[in-house]
C-alpha cells in the first residue's frame, strides 16, 4: 500500500461532472486531462466526469480511507460519520481532514463544504427524507457517487471491494495507483488464506447487535466471505440478506465455536457485548461462549473498500493462531 500511495502522478485540477439526474453541463474546460472524459454509472445514476473532481465529501469512514489510500488527501474537503479506529497508516492524514458532522452531515452543511462530488458509504448517505437524495444534490450542481455494497441486494465479495477501489482510481484519473493497491490488497488476502488452507473449517456467529434477537450478516454478506477466506463457516451463510435478525434459539441450535463481534460507534461497546453474551443462561452451553472464543471486527472491516483484505487477516489469526506462530 505505501508503494502505491508513493506513486507519483500529474497534477490534478478542479473536477466537475454532469450527472442524468439534472445536475447541468459539465463546467468548460480548456483541455481535458489524460483519459478525461470519463463516464461512471453508478447505481443507476450515469456521471461523466470531465476532469478528476477536486473537492471531495465523503460522508461515513470507508470512502474517506479509500481515498486516502489511493494518495488523494488534498481532494478531500471534509468527511463524516467515522466508525472506528482509523488505520494506522492513515490516521494521521485522517484526522488532517475536517469533520463535518459525527453522522450524516445535513444537506446545508455539506454544501457550506463547497463540493463538486460528495461520496457516500451507506445509503444513508443520500437520505431522501432528510433532503440529502442524489437528485437534491444534482439540481445543486453537485456530483454524487455511492459505495457499490448498497447499489443492490445482490450478494458482496472481495470483487465488489476491489472494483470500488479502481473505479474511483478511474474517477480521479490515477488508474495506476488503484490497479498496485488492488495487487497489494491481493497479496495480502492470499497470504492469509494460504495459511489456514490446511486448517479444519470453525463455525462462526457474527454478532452485530440485539437482545430480544440477534442482528447478524447473512449469506449476503461480504462478512461471509471474509470468514470463509479466512478458514470459517458463516452459520447463518444461508440467510438469505446481507444482514438479518435471527432468535437466539437458532444461535444455540447452530452451536458456533467462534463469535465474531462487529464493533461500531453507536452499538454498545465490545466489553458490553461479550457481557451480554456471557451473561445469557441460554448461551451457555453454545461452544463460543462456553470457552469465550471471541474475535472483534470493526465494522468498517466488514464493508466494501480496503479494510476488508486486512479483515481477513485479523480473522485468520483469531479463528486459527497457532498457523501465525
Known sequence: MAAA????????????GSSDEGGGDA???????????????NCGVKTTYDKPPSRV??????????????????RLAGTAF???????????????????????????KILDAEPDLV???????????????????ADAGIDTYLNREYCGKKKVTMKEAYDEIRTIGKIFGVPDRADDLVTDLEGRVAKAADKVQS????????????????????????????????????VFADLDDVFGDVSWEQVVERKPEVIAIYDYAGAGSVKE???????????????????????????TATLVGI???????????????????
Open 27 to 41: 463546467k468548460a474546460t480548456a483541455a481535458a486531462p489524460e483519459g478525461f472524459p470519463v463516464t461512471i454509472d
Open 199 to 234: 486448517e479444519p473449517e470453525l463455525s462462526v456467529f457474527v454478532y452485530d447487535s440485539g437482545d430480544k434477537s440477534a442482528f447478524t450478516a447473512g449469506g449476503k454478506s461480504l462478512g461471509t466471505e471474509l470468514i470463509r477466506l479466512a478458514g470459517g463457516e458463516n
Open 307 to 325: 479494510r476488508s483484505a486486512y479483515a481477513v487477516e485479523d480473522l485468520a489469526r483469531g479463528l486459527h493462531p497457532e498457523s501465525f506462530r
Open 273 to 299: 457485548k461479550k457481557k451480554f453474551l456471557l451473561s445469557q443462561p441460554a448461551l451457555a452451553d453454545v461452544p463460543a461462549v462456553r470457552n469465550k472464543r471471541f474475535v472483534v471486527l470493526p465494522l
Open 119 to 137: 461520496y457516500g458509504g451507506y445509503g444513508s448517505a443520500f437520505d431522501e427524507k432528510e433532503g440529502r437524495s442524489r437528485k437534491a444534490f
Open 82 to 108: 467515522p466508525d472506528s479506529a482509523v488505520l494506522p497508516e492513515l490516521k494521521k492524514d485522517y484526522e488532517s481532514v475536517p469533520e463535518l458532522a459525527e453522522r450524516e452531515p445535513s444537506f446545508e
Open 57 to 74: 465529501v465523503t460522508i461515513h469512514q470507508h470512502p474517506a480511507e479509500l481515498m486516502l489510500a489511493l494518495g488523494l488527501k488534498d
Open 5 to 16: 500511495m508513493a506513486l507519483s502522478s500529474m497534477l490534478l485540477t478542479t473536477g466537475c
